[in-house]
T-cell receptor, first 112, second 114 residues
């Protein structure tokens, strides 16, 4: 069964600090992996997409990494801001499937 | 406004009643999806549609009915609501199913079944 596990479940950091969120998956065959940001009371919004051949991709202060061999991805947030407070969801698509597998998300709270 | 909208945003109903959640997108995307989001679970796919008049089941379709007579609309109906269907429902759309096609999500409908 395809699964996506995220850690930690929740995280509290101070404004200006860095943090790293983890995603492990067992989806096979692998097609791509997306990180979404979901603000409270809103729908998820895509931050970045990683394909098999990509190791690192940045989107502003967000940097995603992918290790397809170990089936792990991480999302690194640099110099956190209060607006980074949200749930971050890892989503993995398998080849030929319309149905992505969603992780449960990591809830990030940034305190001033 | 362009984009994807859902209505109502909040709904309280009683067990056994029929409820319809609406989803409308202005991009003419071919694909549309309905998800539910519950504490302790990731988003779970209920139904999806590849085009008008083409729908298919997702992971958790029991108790739900969908239709898609027009490309821009994808209503979700709970024929006889149960308490276990209390959840936040998200509609999404995408232009295609290539790996680079992003799913764009609506703002969600919070449904409470008493």
């Amino acid at each position: 069964k395809n699964q996506v596990e995220q850690s930690p479940q929740s995280l509290i950091i101070l404004e200006g600090k860095n943090c790293t969120l983890q995603c492990n998956y067992t989806v096979s065959p692998f097609s791509n992996l997306r990180w979404y940001k979901q603000d409270t009371g809103r729908g998820p919004v895509s931050l970045t997409i990683m394909t098999f051949s990509e190791n690192t991709k940045s989107n502003g202060r967000y940097t995603a990494t992918l290790d397809a061999d170990t089936k792990q991805s991480s999302l690194h947030i640099t110099a956190s801001q209060l607006s980074d407070s949200a749930s971050y969801i890892c989503v993995v698509r398998s080849g030929g499937s319309y149905i992505p597998t969603f992780g449960r998300g990591t809830s990030l709270i940034v305190h001033p | 406004d362009a984009g994807i909208t859902q209505s109502p945003r909040y709904k309280i109903t009683e067990t056994g009643r029929q409820v319809t959640l609406m989803c409308h997108q202005t991009w003419s995307h071919s694909y549309m999806f309905w998800y539910r989001q519950d504490l302790g679970h990731g988003l779970r796919l209920i139904y999806y549609s590849a085009a008008a008049d083409i729908t298919d089941k997702g992971e958790v379709p029991d108790g739900y009915v969908v239709s898609r007579s027009k490309t821009e609309n994808f209503p979700l109906t709970l024929e006889s609501a149960t308490r276990s269907q209390t959840s936040v429902y998200f509609c999404a759309s995408s232009e295609g199913q290539r790996y680079y096609n992003e799913q764009f999500f609506g703002p969600g409908t919070r449904l409470t079944v008493l």
